[in-house]
């Protein structure tokens, strides 16, 4: 049984991937746009461009959150992903408790793991980046076959 979940392992960290990217990107659109059951802004209205941390946070949530999605540059994005959401966790919610039950801060902290998880991990099956390594990868010269001497 061990062989056969490691022979699925690629596609279960891709549908990983995938879900936390997708989760992540959804959670930008709605902070910037109000889209998806989400109220723009933290206080129900917009976010205006350039404000800090509000804005840079959900730009980087949609844009990291869409490359992890397809599997693009994923590691770099994952890694800027997981550093905003620390910083999120470290300097929003923590101050109010010590605990993420209690400070709210259960959200920033498993995407903080998830993305940190993908940094090491890659993008797994069903990504763009291996779709990419694929086709730029040169093609390996055939070995010629080695000669012998006679004696």
């Known amino acids: 049984m061990s062989a056969r979940l490691d022979t699925a392992q690629p596609y279960a960290l891709g549908l990983f991937r995938i879900v936390v990217g997708l989760l992540f990107a959804c959670h930008g659109a709605a902070s910037l746009f109000g889209v998806l059951g989400g109220a723009a802004g933290t206080d129900g209205g917009t976010i205006d461009a350039g404000t800090w941390p509000g804005w840079y946070a959900a730009a980087i949530q949609l844009v990291c959150g869409t490359l992890v999605l397809l599997g693009l540059v994923t590691r770099p ?60 990868a040169p093609a390996s010269e055939p070995v010629a076959p080695r000669a012998t001497a006679s004696v």
């Open 77 to 136: 994005a994952a890694l800027l992903a997981s550093g905003s959401m620390a910083y999120a966790y470290f300097k929003v919610h923590q101050p109010g408790a010590l605990w993420p039950m209690e400070n709210g801060g259960e959200a920033s902290a498993m995407f903080c793991w998830a993305f940190l998880l993908l940094v090491f991990t890659g993008s797994g099956a069903l990504g763009l980046d291996r779709l990419i390594n694929r086709r730029t």
